[in-house]
């Protein structure tokens, strides 16, 4: 039975130096653990190397080699101390260590080269984006992005995200958030859709009503209106603060609650909007 099929520890010999190297790398990370029965260090070492593959063992092959019977595969490693663990990953050798560290440490090398759960969420949210379901990849780029905040790719697709849902005003805030060295063409692209949106949204409705509500700031079924317009526009942040303002003033003023309840209810999941005015209007009611 192949080794591998059974468990992700396992003892390299020249028989499966092969297929661990160049086949089993492509898929997984392999970590070459060199050791040997007289070294204290590689026994402090092996439970904790045990104990991350064990934990790892979706994405790890943890491969361990007596050092005193495959002196050959030592030698085309270079081995020179005990314990040393050197990363393999599509057939090429992309990190190592030596000596006994600490677990920490080798979770911090273990974290450049895994997959992490952002990677997952993000790979996801993409493909769910370039579909052209805005709302169910918004929910999975969130999570990436609270998981990764610092990712510019991330964040690029959170702003698509928003775009592609009519979200303009969240879209270009987060956009001011991209640092200058990461304002490359994809970033001009997005900024390009943002000011294409922004004219869009500005329909001869909106701006009537707009005006409307400035001349009359008293005047609640312009402030509905205007929110239902802002609404369909995309413009969910404006619709929902003008929304509140009216049932702030008068709860029951013609069916604003309901509206008020039904843009909340049609936001995507996860998104801060949504809770941001559920506890509005609690407050007004509890």
């Given at each position: 039975m192949d080794p591998l099929a059974t468990s992700n520890v396992i003892e390299m010999t020249p028989e499966n130096f092969q297929q661990l190297m160049v086949e089993t790398s492509k898929e997984k990370l392999v970590l070459v653990d060199f050791w040997a029965e007289w070294c204290e260090s590689c026994k402090a070492l092996a439970p904790v190397m045990d104990?991350?593959?064990?934990?790892?063992?979706?994405?790890?092959?943890?491969a361990k080699v007596d050092c005193d019977a495959q002196q050959q595969i030592a030698m085309q490693f270079g081995v020179r101390s005990l314990p040393t663990v050197v990363f393999v990953k599509d057939g090429q050798p992309i990190d190592a260590f030596q000596g006994a560290?600490?677990?920490?440490?080798?979770?911090?090398?273990?974290?450049?080269?895994?997959?992490?759960?952002?990677?997952?969420?993000?790979?996801?949210?993409?493909?769910?984006?370039?579909?052209?379901?805005?709302?169910?990849?918004?929910?999975?780029?969130?999570?990436?992005?609270?998981?990764?905040?610092?990712?510019?790719?991330?964040?690029?697709?959170?702003?698509?995200?928003?775009?592609?849902?009519?979200?303009?005003?969240?879209?270009?805030?987060?956009?001011e958030t991209v640092l200058l060295a990461d304002q490359d063409n994809t970033y001009q692209a997005l900024l390009g859709k943002i000011e294409l949106a922004e004219k869009a949204a500005e329909t001869p409705e909106i701006l009537a009503?707009?005006?409307?509500?400035?001349?009359?700031?008293?005047?609640?079924?312009?402030?509905?209106?205007?929110?239902?317009?802002?609404?369909?526009?995309?413009?969910?942040?404006?619709?929902?603060?003008?929304?509140?303002?009216v049932v702030k003033k008068e709860m029951a003023f013609g069916d604003a609650k309901k509206v008020f309840l039904d843009s909340i209810n049609a936001l995507p999941e996860g998104d801060p909007l949504a809770s941001k005015y559920r506890r509005k209007l609690y407050s007004l009611l509890y």
């Amino acid at each position: 039975m192949d080794p591998l099929a059974t468990s992700n520890v396992i003892e390299m010999t020249p028989e499966n130096f092969q297929q661990l190297m160049v086949e089993t790398s492509k898929e997984k990370l392999v970590l070459v653990d060199f050791w040997a029965e007289w070294c204290e260090s590689c026994k402090a070492l092996a439970p904790v190397m045990d104990k991350l593959a064990a934990e790892f063992s979706e994405h790890l092959i943890l491969a361990k080699v007596d050092c005193d019977a495959q002196q050959q595969i030592a030698m085309q490693f270079g081995v020179r101390s005990l314990p040393t663990v050197v990363f393999v990953k599509d057939g090429q050798p992309i990190d190592a260590f030596q000596g006994a560290v600490p677990e920490g440490e080798i979770r911090e090398l273990l974290a450049k080269h895994l997959p992490q759960p952002q990677d997952e969420l993000f790979a996801q949210g993409s493909e769910l984006l370039a579909a052209g379901q805005a709302e169910d990849a918004f929910p999975l780029l969130k999570q990436a992005l609270e998981l990764a905040s610092d990712r510019v790719d991330i964040k690029f697709a959170t702003i698509e995200c928003f775009i592609q849902m009519g979200r303009i005003s969240q879209a270009k805030e987060l956009i001011e958030t991209v640092l200058l060295a990461d304002q490359d063409n994809t970033y001009q692209a997005l900024l390009g859709k943002i000011e294409l949106a922004e004219k869009a949204a500005e329909t001869p409705e909106i701006l009537a009503l707009q005006k409307a509500a400035e001349e009359n700031p008293d005047d609640l079924q312009v402030k509905v209106d205007l929110a239902i317009q802002y609404q369909q526009t995309g413009k969910s942040e404006e619709a929902l603060e003008l929304l509140f303002q009216v049932v702030k003033k008068e709860m029951a003023f013609g069916d604003a609650k309901k509206v008020f309840l039904d843009s909340i209810n049609a936001l995507p999941e996860g998104d801060p909007l949504a809770s941001k005015y559920r506890r509005k209007l609690y407050s007004l009611l509890y």
